[in-house]
């Protein structure tokens, strides 16, 4: 039972503190945890069969992860261009075109995503799936 | 009856200790008023805060009524009253206002008669119902000493303590005071302790305690003074004490001590057989007399403090009060209301220009493709541009608004803030009021600077994750802002810090330019106008996110990490405003 100037944080109010900051540090690795989710499962996209053979493949459904680099608006969605790595551990660009009603998640440059892409007619990598690992 | 036991107040000066209050042995009884005078320097003020329980005492003990303050809990809200030399109150406030909002503070009254019996009687007391209705900033020195007084005189405290209210004013004004302060502890047995330097009006007083150098080197009847330190005139006290150290003269009084305080015994007898001093029934009779009947003791009924939720109501009230009064602020705040929204719509048109996009079908002339590409990619980086700048605009405005809200919230009224806390005012009350305040103006602002800005610039996205970035930013400002007020010492400090905080974020946010690498990983967790402006980004949709995308080099964080981000910043701003508010701060 001290006076006014001995009075101040008690050790109830500073346990309760680093409790917060312990939820707050807790919720914050939660958050970041969260986005880190598994690709897709399915064939990968076999890369450099894509530039020697793309019409072969039309029809075929992949999987394919990889850094964005690019980005273009098109008139039916939107153009991506991503760094995917091949068989012999070099990265190779791939094109994939995300129709408007796929690209339901704001697409950014040096991000990694999982696209589920099914190879159109003209051989061009159609995404039906985005996920951001 | 209070008692100082060789009560010490220590502070280590160049490491080595020093006592600013030596050894303080005295006894004051109920219904007496005494003066502590001394030099400047003395240690007059040191002694009465030690009194108080605002200087933790080293050594010794204090005792009131036969309890240990330092062991027996100390004196509550409502038994102490302290005067201190500043203004408690607020010059927007009228006299009634201002004892009102004490009085609501301090006690829990059962209606509202009570609480107007009670404002009166103060009033009356002080002689200040004449001049209830007048503003404080038009009062005379004297008024407001009177109103301070006053204020304190709301809990009926059985012990006043005041500390210098009788320097600065005129004679007359002086006498006034003095006198009050002699009837008051002439009523209920209320003990009045009065520090002054003034050596006039001594025969109002009960007893004289002189100080110097933190020793007690006289304390007894005012009519003894100049016998006892062999002068002709009071006046010349202060030069004679100069002859000898605090400690020699503190040993010489030692040796009378015993004497003194039988002559101060028998002038109170008399002063109560006589009906000059009025103790109630529950009272001691006399000097150390401690003995007194349960049942006695029983017939007060200490007024209780209010709830947290009722001192929240009466210091947000308050709050509202001063904010409407002064024009000013009111006007300041209208002008950042209208003109800053106007300041990010000049930059709406460019923002709504349409951009290209590329053809599914590639040209098949490749100077066309490419020509297509430069087309897009100009639109990209013109509407890019101005849309992630109206939004970093638009986050760092409401900074700035933030900053303008909170920087000197507390720290402006730090000692009225203290001097209600050492009245009752619990910190969380104080906390919950400003917050409350706080968040009506954050609304405003915030909400309508979304809406403004959008009735010229139509946000391309979800328009309710926009907002909400936008609320969050101002909050979180607000919030860093009133922790940093609750924490400095001075508004000046406080509003520099503020300011500071406001002027880094557009060049720490990245929005701009982007940052190195590890700069960026160690000050973007601290940076409120990123995760406003990241968030945003974040929330606008399709080809306007894409163009944004395309001129940023500044990697964006998604919006629920963005909102996490911004809702953590608030939450320890909060926390640390609280932390700064509980800690004790009276000297600063």
């Known amino acids: 039972m001290g006076r006014r100037a001995s009075s101040g944080l008690n050790a109830t109010a500073l346990i309760g503190i680093a409790a917060v900051v312990l939820v707050l540090v807790a919720t914050g690795t939660m958050l970041l945890k969260k986005g880190k989710t598994e690709g897709f499962t399915g064939q990968p996209l076999p890369v450099e069969e894509t530039f020697s053979n793309a019409t072969a493949m039309r029809r075929n459904e992949y999987t394919v992860e990889g850094k964005v680099f690019r980005i273009e608006s098109r008139d039916s969605g939107v153009g991506v261009c991503l760094m995917v790595g091949n068989e012999g551990g070099e990265e190779e660009a791939v094109f994939i075109k995300v129709p408007e009603e796929i690209a339901t998640i704001n697409l950014e440059r040096d991000v990694t995503y999982a696209f589920k892409i099914r190879v159109g007619e003209g051989g061009v990598n159609v995404a039906t799936a985005i996920k951001k690992p | 009856m209070l008692e100082l036991k060789e009560v010490c107040f220590t502070i280590q000066k160049d490491g080595d200790p020093v006592n600013l209050v030596n050894q303080a042995s005295f006894d004051v009884p109920r219904g007496h008023f005494m003066a502590i005078v001394g030099p400047s320097g003395c240690g007059k003020t040191t002694l009465l805060k030690t009194i108080a329980g605002l200087n933790p ?94 204020m304190e005189l709301v809990s009926d405290p059985k012990l006043l303590l005041c500390d210098e209210v009788t320097s600065g004013l005129d004679p007359r004004s002086e006498r006034e005071i003095v006198h009050l302060l002699h009837d008051l502890s002439r009523n209920d047995g209320r ?57 020699e003269w503190q040993e010489s009084w030692a040796k009378h001590r015993q004497a003194y305080y039988q002559k101060l015994a028998r002038t109170r007898e008399l002063h109560i057989e006589a009906g000059v001093i009025k103790l109630p029934a529950s009272e001691e009779p006399a000097v150390g007399d401690d003995e007194q009947s349960p049942k006695k003791k029983n017939k007060t009924t200490p007024p209780r403090l209010p709830s947290t939720f009722s001192q929240f109501g009466t210091l947000l009230a308050r709050r509202w009060k001063i904010f409407f009064r002064d024009r000013t602020q009111v ?16 930059f709406a048109e460019r923002g709504k220009e349409p951009i290209k996009r590329l053809s599914d079908i590639p040209e098949e002339n490749i100077v066309l493709e490419l020509q297509s590409r430069v087309e897009v990619r100009e639109d990209q980086i013109r509407v890019g541009s101005a849309v992630s700048g109206m939004i970093m605009f638009e986050v760092i405005l409401l900074a700035l608004m933030g900053s303008n809200n909170a920087a000197r919230e507390v720290a402006g009224e730090r000692k009225i803030m203290e001097k209600e806390k050492f009245g009752g005012v619990r910190p969380v009350s104080y906390l919950l009021s400003k917050l409350a305040f706080l968040t009506c103006l954050i609304l405003a602002q915030s909400l309508w600077m979304a809406m403004f800005v959008e009735f010229f610039w139509q946000f391309s996205g979800s328009f309710a994750s926009h907002v909400a970035f936008l609320i969050l930013v101002n909050a979180s400002i607000t919030a860093i802002c009133l922790a940093i007020s609750s924490v400095m010492k001075t508004p000046e400090q406080s509003s520099l810090l503020s300011i500071y905080l406001v002027g880094f974020q557009l060049p720490l946010s990245g929005a701009v330019l982007a940052l190195p690498e590890f700069f ?58 609280w932390m700064g508010m509980v800690r004790h701060q009276w000297d600063n």
């Open chain 2, 191 to 247: 003990t009045v302790i009065l520090v002054t330097h003034s050596l006039a009006h001594l025969e109002l007083y009960d007893s004289i305690l002189v100080n110097h150098e933190g020793s007690v080197a006289f304390h007894g009847p005012p009519n003894q003074l100049t016998h006892y330190f062999s002068v002709d005139d009071s006046e010349e006290v202060y030069p004679t004490l100069a002859k000898q150290s605090g400690t």
């Open chain 2, 520 to 577: 960026e990983t160690l000050t973007q967790p601290f940076v409120s106008a990123y995760w406003a402006w990241s968030g945003s980004i974040e929330a606008l949709g399709g080809n306007i996110h894409t163009a944004v995308d395309v001129i940023t080099e500044t990697e964006l964080s998604p919006g629920n990490v963005c909102f996490f981000a911004l809702c953590a910043q608030t939450l320890v701003g909060v926390i640390v405003a």
């Open chain 2, 57 to 150: 005492e080293s050594g010794g003990s204090l005792w009131w009524d036969g309890r240990n303050l330092s062991e027996d809990g100390d004196l509550e809200p409502w038994e102490i009253g302290y005067v201190p030399q500043f203004s408690i109150a607020y010059d927007e406030l009228t006299v009634d206002e201002a004892v009102e909002t004490a009085t609501r503070l301090r006690v829990k009254c059962r209606n509202t008669e009570e609480l107007d019996q009670r404002i009166d009687r103060v009033l009356e007391e002080t002689g200040l119902a004449p001049i209830a209705d007048r503003h404080i900033r038009v009062l005379s020195g004297g008024q407001k000493r009177r109103l301070g007084l006053a």
């Open chain 2, 331 to 346: 006007l300041l705040q209208v002008a950042i209301l209208l003109c800053f929204p106007i300041l990010v719509t000049f």
